[in-house]
């Protein structure tokens, strides 16, 4: 995951937004149109959380979380370049329709066959059990939602 950050910070395709999506999808492990979709209403700073939720209910479930503590440097730095209803990952504050390309292309630089944007969902789960994060804990993170 080092080189695929390094590769997508190099990577003449990859703008701002393709590191911070990467991050994004290691430390929360959401899906890539959760990401997409994320707006700065939704990430509130000060109490450290991000909420996916959008007022649909799907069987996919987004839910909010707490933001990891080496996220949120991340999100600080990135929240000073958007707007107060923007999208998180934007290109000139539009929301960016996919990443595919940039992604692609940022694998490829880093030597990585066979990656999408899923496979960073898959790779925070494994480093939470590698961390011996209790199940029931990971999966509360994975999956919960925001309670009001």
């Known amino acids: 995951m080092a080189r695929l950050l ?3 910070l190099r990577s003449p395709k990859a703008r701002l937004y393709l ?3 990467i991050l994004l999808a290691l430390y929360t492990g959401r899906r890539k149109a959760a990401i997409l979709s994320l707006r700065w209403h939704q990430v509130n700073l000060d109490a450290e959380t991000i909420n996916f939720e959008q007022g649909w209910r799907t069987k996919k479930r987004k839910g909010g979380i707490p933001i990891p503590p080496r996220l949120l440097p991340h999100l600080i730095r990135a929240r000073r370049r958007g707007t107060d209803l923007g999208y998180v990952l934007h ?5 960016i329709g996919d990443i595919k390309k940039g992604f692609e292309a940022a694998c490829l630089k ?3 066959h066979d990656t999408t944007p899923h496979v960073l969902k898959h790779t925070a789960i494994t480093w939470a059990m590698q961390n011996r994060i209790d199940l029931w804990q990971a999966a509360g993170f994975f999956v919960r939602r925001c309670q009001h």
Not at 91 to 95: D, P, Q, Y
């Open 91 to 95: 290109i000139n504050g539009e929301r």
């Open 6 to 8: 390094r590769a997508a």
């Open 19 to 21: 590191p911070l999506f």
């Open 110 to 112: 880093a030597g990585l």
